[in-house]
């Protein structure tokens, strides 16, 4: 089985980013550089949070290969947390369509795509529009849990690749 890994922040981001749908530039993740946009639109704001946990750690041979690889698999079972913005009322009312977009036809298409699976009910939405002091932001919060699989394959030393011995006998 073979995929292409992509970072499940991103994968998230690529989720909202077609089902709400959001304005181009109006996610940003894990506190990089951005300007909060100043008008109406709903924006979000993606971060990891807390450690990430480490699952199921496993190595195993393929030996169909020649030469044979060694195949080490983690599964990693991430948090993030969702700031779901707006200047007018539209994050309050629109806050519910976070969990419809984790849960949609095209979530569960990018999880297959990127052997990741989201939780579809995120934990409960909390009004955090206090925490901003700018000018009457709202804001709502949620986290939602992301259990991700990484594969990794590597070449291991095969017995013809081995060189031969050199025999010296004691005199």
């Known amino acids: 089985m073979s995929f292409t890994p992509r970072e499940p922040i991103k994968v998230v981001a690529d989720i909202f980013a ?5 304005a181009s530039g109006y996610i940003t993740l894990n506190d990089e550089k951005w300007n909060i946009p100043k008008d109406n639109s709903l924006f979000m704001a993606l971060s990891y949070i807390g450690p990430n946990k480490v699952i199921s750690n496993v190595n ?17 079972l991430d948090v993030i947390q969702i700031d779901f913005m707006s ?4 994050a309050r009312s629109r806050k519910h369509e976070i969990a ?27 009004d955090t529009s206090s925490l901003e002091a700018t000018g009457m932001l709202k804001r709502f919060t949620t ?18 690749t081995f060189a031969i011995p050199e025999v010296i ?3």
């Open 100 to 126: 419809m977009a984790l849960a949609s036809y095209y979530s569960q298409q990018l999880q297959e795509q990127y052997q990741c699976q989201i939780a579809r009910i995120p934990a409960p939405i909390v």
């Open 87 to 90: 200047y007018d009322g539209s």
């Open 18 to 22: 077609h089902e709400l749908p959001l």
């Open 60 to 76: 195993r041979p393929d030996m169909v290969n020649v030469p044979p690889q060694e195949i080490q698999e983690v599964t990693v």
């Open 169 to 171: 006998p004691n005199e």
């Open 143 to 160: 986290t939602i849990s992301v259990t991700a699989l990484y594969r990794k394959n590597k070449d291991v030393a095969y017995y013809k």
